[in-house]
């Protein structure tokens, strides 16, 4: 990590992305820095349009900047190849959607196991990895369903377990319970905790306060640019349901 | 009457909408079209200058050939010209089997001895120069022009030189090179001191008695057939004039068949092409569909719209084709050199017209009855959402492609996505390889023949007729098959956007994706170009009435096979880069829309 703060898994500066030209110019990303440390959760919030979608594409390479820098597990992502950055998508970031994402005819351990075949494993280890992080996410009984078969909850659980195949150093979740009804938001937020308490990084963009409550920092985006942060940690963790006001 | 309207008006717009699309459905239903035509424009293309020629020509109902070596003579031929229903006769000529030289070819011909003055029964018609005299010699025209021989011209005949006097057509013999050797006419006494010819001194050690060929009209033409087999003998042999009219015709039975199989073949591609196309119309037309039924458009109309608008394509596509294919009918529709006249553009006959056009609608029913179908019943609600058909599923495919590369593994399940389409690539390039193995049968065939024909090697005017059809066919076929790979590969792209997006951002490179979209389209080539050589050989084997033709050799079916996928995947890479090269956000994002 050359230029990069060594306690930072991810760091971006000064990240810009535009869309259109002269009037039409469109700063969906204005200057943005940011530090992610290893085991941190990191709720970004903000209106619909400020741009918090696009930051985490531009975060997890899946979409290109305009300017700045972006670093991830000491690799300038901004500069890459496309080649290299799937493969860098593929080794270090998992990434939870809010529409899910899964392929609808493959099911529950077939979609989880993907990435891991994409990686070269072989399709005994890879099966066996999807089958204990369904097993995880406590969908193990469902592994052989398709995703037309489960409820929403059900859905986004495979797709944690998806961006956890690999075991990547982070994991990108874009609205994941924007979808969902208060129980199955409940059924992910519980494993987004259990990810939480296991050390795993997660960076999650989200206009539902109750999901960024459970986070150790909280960003908030406006117009593109951080206009506030607060450190919540300290205390989430464990009462995450109490805090979320889901249960009881 | 306003439903009919509504359906035209929206059919219209639609087309309106999407020109280039409009412009391939058409395209491609006029190909096979144009074929069709070009068949049924063939039918009976030699019978009516045989007709003219025989009635220029006085030509005889019966030729019979009388063959010294095998006892017939001068003398039998006469009491034949006295036999019950014989109303005239010309000859007997004397015949001869002379080597004639010219233009750099020896060719052995047959040399009829003739009188200068006019014969009352098949006197040849001259269409260059002027009848036989001593020293000079008459060429059957179809022979003459594949020697290149012109009134004027000099030949040998057995290194005796002559001059060209003419060139004429008759009726009395099959043109050439139906009769080999090529015909010639020459005073009787040139005839006379040319036989026997040497080769027949040398075979059997002895002088060979004299051949002679005599020219009977019958009180009944009709029963010339009758006639011949009641009289032939090991030393006559017989033709009647019907037989030579048959033969004569065979010049384009060939090229006939080849174009109404290779109109079907192209047919079938033209379904593949418009299923192809109206598929993926479709996958861009489920918001439209969504909103036609929100808005109180029943199933039927739904249909009804798709269904017009293709049919009404078809209807012009079959037109173009029969425009088309009267237009370039006459440059397949020579009856060859042999025959006098030409006959001009064929006048399409309703049946033949309405068979186009039935083959044309036919074709664009097929194509778009299950897509129309299938957006009929498609629920309004995941219309509007422009949801795409859910894709089947394929477990065993699945299971099986974990142990692949990845591109193949995302190749197995791309195509196992879409099966029906992976069929339509698959029939395709069967269909082209099939013709491809077909064209190389029948130039290995032409090869064959030509090595054992006449003893220069000329060109046989049948076979070069035939290649020319046959390289037609394949040219089209070829590049509706091309055009066909494009479509699916593209459709295939536009299909897989979300799924490839998807790998993308789960790790797959932007290589293994392309190489998955090219191998989505190379794993039903592989067993369509497979399939092509024995559907090739079961085409020839039943088709042909007489001898098969070769198979090619190993090493061509090889290249063949090869070559084909070779092809797909360079024609499929492209559209495969263009569709893998937008960011995975924008189409995950659009997708979600």
């Known amino acids: 990590m050359s230029d990069t703060d060594n306690t930072s898994v991810l760091r971006a500066r000064g990240l810009r992305k535009e869309y259109g030209k002269e009037a039409g110019l469109v700063r969906a990303v204005d200057g943005v820095d940011l530090d992610v440390a290893p085991g941190q959760t990191l709720a970004v919030m903000g209106p619909s349009g400020c741009g918090k979608s696009t930051l985490l594409h531009l975060l997890g390479g899946l979409d290109r900047s305009t300017g700045g820098e972006i670093w991830l597990a000491g690799h300038r992502v901004d500069q890459m190849s496309e080649r290299a950055l799937a493969r860098l998508r593929r080794d270090a970031v998992g990434f939870v959607f809010q529409a899910f994402h899964l392929m609808d005819e493959l099911t529950a351990a077939e979609n989880v196991e993907l990435p891991a075949l994409l990686a070269g494993r072989s399709p005994r280890a890879a099966r066996r990895r999807a089958l204990g992080l369904l097993e995880r996410t406590g969908l193990v009984d469902r592994a052989g369903f398709l995703p037309s078969a489960l409820s929403g909850g059900q859905r986004q659980r495979v797709a944690v377990a998806r961006a956890l195949a690999n075991d990547p150093l982070i994991v990108l979740a874009d609205e994941p319970t924007g979808n969902l009804d208060s129980a199955a938001t409940l059924e992910v937020l519980r494993l987004f905790d259990s990810l939480h308490k296991a050390g795993q990084t997660l960076v999650i963009v989200t206009h539902d306060s109750r999901i960024a409550a459970t986070a150790d920092r909280l960003i908030s985006m406006r117009d593109g640019a951080f206009v506030d942060e607060t450190r919540v940690t300290g205390g989430t963790t464990g009462r995450l349901a109490d805090l979320a006001g889901l249960e009881g | ?180 050797p090529g015909q010639i006419w020459l005073p009787r006494a040139d005839a006379r001191s040319l036989a026997p010819s040497p080769q027949s001194h040398a075979t059997s050690g002895q002088p060979q008695p004299p051949d002679f060929l005599l020219n009977l009209r019958l009180a009944d033409p009709a029963a010339a057939r009758a006639f011949a087999n009641a009289h032939e003998t090991p030393g006559l042999a017989m033709m009647a004039w019907q037989d030579t009219r048959d033969q004569d015709a065979t010049l384009v039975t060939n090229s006939q068949q080849d174009l109404l199989i290779g109109s079907w073949l192209l047919g079938l591609l033209a379904a593949a092409s418009v299923a192809v196309l109206v598929g993926g119309r479709m996958a861009e037309q489920t918001r439209r569909v969504g909103l036609l039924k929100a808005v109180g458009g029943t199933p039927g109309l739904v249909a009804a719209v798709l269904l017009a608008e293709n049919l009404f394509l078809a209807m012009i596509a079959a037109a173009a084709g029969l425009a088309a294919g009267r237009l370039a009918a006459p440059l397949l529709t020579s009856p060859g050199a042999g025959l006098v006249g030409t006959p001009g553009a064929p006048s399409l006959t309703v049946p033949a017209i309405a068979l186009v056009a039935a083959a044309a609608l036919t074709v664009a029913m097929i194509a778009t009855l299950v897509p129309a179908i299938r957006a009929a019943r498609t629920s309004t609600i995941r219309a509007l959402a422009g949801a795409a058909r859910p894709p089947r599923r394929r477990a065993g495919l699945i299971a099986a492609s974990a142990r692949l590369p990845v591109p193949l593994l995302l190749g197995l399940r791309l195509a196992a996505r879409r099966p029906r389409r992976a069929v339509l690539s698959a029939a395709s390039i069967a ?163």
């Open chain 2, 1 to 180: 009457m306003g439903k009919i309207l509504l359906v035209s008006r929206l059919a219209a717009r639609d087309l309106r909408h999407r020109p280039a699309q409009a412009v391939l459905v058409l395209l491609v239903i006029a190909a096979a079209a144009t074929t069709l035509t070009l068949g049924l424009a063939l039918h009976g293309v030699t019978s009516q200058p045989y007709q003219r020629t025989r009635a220029a020509t006085a030509g005889p109902d019966v030729v019979v050939s009388a063959f010294g070596q095998n006892g017939g003579s001068a003398a039998s031929l006469m009491a034949l010209a006295r036999a019950p229903g014989v109303t005239g006769h010309s000859g007997p000529y004397p015949l001869a089997s002379p080597v004639l030289r010219a233009h750099g070819h020896a060719v052995a011909v047959q040399a009829e001895g003739r009188d200068p003055a006019p014969a009352p029964i098949d006197q040849p018609k001259l269409t260059q120069g002027s009848w036989v005299r001593p020293g000079e010699v008459v060429v059957e025209r179809s022979f003459a022009d594949v020697l290149g021989i012109r009134a004027g011209d000099r030949v040998t005949l057995n290194g005796r030189p002559f001059r060209v006097a003419g060139i004429a057509v008759t009726a009395a013999l099959p043109s050439y090179p139906m009769e080999s």
């Open chain 2, 431 to 593: 269909i082209t390889v099939t013709t491809i193995v077909a064209v190389l049968a029948f130039r290995q065939y032409a090869h064959n023949a030509q090595q054992g024909y006449g003893l220069s090697g000329l060109p046989n005017p049948q076979t070069t007729r035939d290649s020319q059809v046959l390289l037609v066919i394949t040219v089209a076929l070829v590049v509706l098959a091309a055009i066909n790979a494009i479509f699916i590969t593209w459709a295939t792209v536009l299909d897989a956007r979300r799924p490839s997006a998807l790998a993308r951002a789960l790790g797959a490179t932007p290589q293994q994706v392309t190489t998955g979209l090219s191998a989505t389209q190379l794993l039903p080539a592989l067993p369509g170009a497979i399939a092509g050589i024995p559907l090739a050989v079961g085409l020839d084997a039943a088709v042909s009435s007489g001898q098969a033709l070769p198979v090619p050799p190993a090493w061509q079916l090889l290249a063949v096979v090869l070559g084909t996928l070779f092809v797909v995947a360079g024609l499929t890479a492209i559209p495969a880069r263009i569709g893998a090269r937008r960011p995975v956000a924008e189409i995950l994002q659009s997708e979600t829309a």
